[in-house]
C-alpha cells in the first residue's frame, strides 16, 4: 500500500511539471526518483521485520518495476487530458510525441531501472 501510494505522488508530480507547469526539465528526474522510491519501499516485502512470510526479490524487482511504469502512465495520460482540457485536440500518442519526444519513452526507461535498483538495494535500515 505504501509503494502505492509513492508511486501516486511520483505521478501526480509529473502531472504537475509536465502539465501544469509545462516544463520537461524534471520529468526524467522525478520518473527516476518515483521508480527509486518505490522499490525501496517494496523492498520492505522481501525482508519483512515483523517475522511475515517474504515475498522473493524476484517478485518484488517486478511489482516495483510494474508500478513506477504504471505511475509514468498514469501521468502522462492526466497531462494529455489537462492538454485536451485546455483546447488541445491532439490524440494521445501524437500529443505526446509533439510535446515532449523522446521524454517520455526516457522516463519509462528511468523509472524501470531505478525501481529495479531500489528494490535490490533496500530495504533501507532505519
Known amino acids: 500500500m505504501r509503494a502505492l501510494i509513492v508511486a501516486l505522488v511520483g ?3 509529473l502531472l504537475v ?12 528526474f522525478i520518473a527516476g526518483g518515483t521508480g527509486a522510491a518505490v522499490g525501496l519501499v517494496l523492498a520492505r516485502a522481501a525482508v519483512p521485520r515483523d517475522g511475515g512470510r517474504p515475498i522473493r526479490r524476484r517478485t518484488v524487482t517486478w511489482l516495483a518495476v510494474a508500478l513506477s511504469i504504471g505511475a509514468v502512465a498514469v501521468a502522462v495520460v492526466a497531462t494529455w487530458l489537462v492538454a485536451r482540457n485546455e483546447g488541445g485536440t491532439l490524440a494521445l500518442i ?3 510525441l509533439q510535446t515532449f519526444g ?14 529495479a535498483w531500489g528494490a535490490n538495494a533496500g530495504p533501507v535500515q532505519a
Open 102 to 115: 523522446p521524454f517520455v519513452p526516457a522516463e519509462v526507461v528511468l523509472a524501470a531501472i531505478a525501481a
Open 94 to 96: 501524437d500529443y505526446l
Open 17 to 28: 511539471v509536465g502539465a501544469i507547469l509545462a516544463l520537461t526539465a524534471g520529468l526524467l
Open 11 to 13: 505521478a501526480a508530480a
